[in-house]
C-alpha cells in the first residue's frame, strides 16, 4: 500500500531502473523491490496494444461527438443571450417612457434596467470563456498526420525501446 520509487543506476555502459518501496522512508531497507525492465516492458506491451489506429479512430468519433454537443450547447447560450438582450432593451424602455416626476418609480425602473444590465454582461463573459475553452479542434491535415504517426508508432516505439532494453 506504500508509495513505489523508481532508482536509476549505471551498469556498464547502460542505465536500468528498478522500482522499490522503502519501509517507513529508509533508503536501505526495502518491503518490496522490482525490476524496471519488466514493468516497462509490461507498459510497453500494454501501450502498443492500446495505441492503434483504431483506437485513435474512435478518439476522432467521440470528438465529432462532443463537438455536436457542443454547438448544441453554444445555440442554447446564444439563445439565452438573446432572450437578456430582449429584456435589457424592454428595461430601458420602460424607464426612458416613465415621467421624471416619479422619481420612486424611475429609480425603481432605473434599478431593474442596470440589474439586467448586468446580468447580460455576464451572460457574454460566460459565453466567451467557455467557447474558448472548447475552441480546438483538429483539421483534416492535422488528423491524417495522427493517422500516420499511430500507424508508424509501434516501429518507432519497437526502436526506441529495443535500445532502452538492450
Known sequence: GRRMHVRYRKR???????YYCSTH?????YCQTLSGRVIDESVS???????????????FQIQEELKKRLESLDK?????IERLEYEVNLAKKRYMQVDPDNRLVACTLEAEW???LRALKE??????KKRMSNIYNLNEQERKELIALVSD??????????????
Open 114 to 116: 442596470n440589474q439586467k
Open 45 to 59: 506491451d500494454l501501450l502498443l496494444e492500446l495505441f492503434t489506429p483504431m483506437a485513435v479512430d474512435m478518439v
Open 25 to 29: 522512508g529508509h533508503e536501505k531497507t
Open 153 to 166: 508508432f509501434p516501429q518507432l516505439w519497437n526502436v526506441s525501446t529495443s535500445l532502452k532494453f538492450q
Open 123 to 128: 451572460a457574454h463573459e460566460e459565453y466567451e
Open 76 to 80: 442554447m447560450q446564444k439563445q439565452h
Open 12 to 18: 556498464g555502459k547502460k542505465t536500468t531502473s528498478d
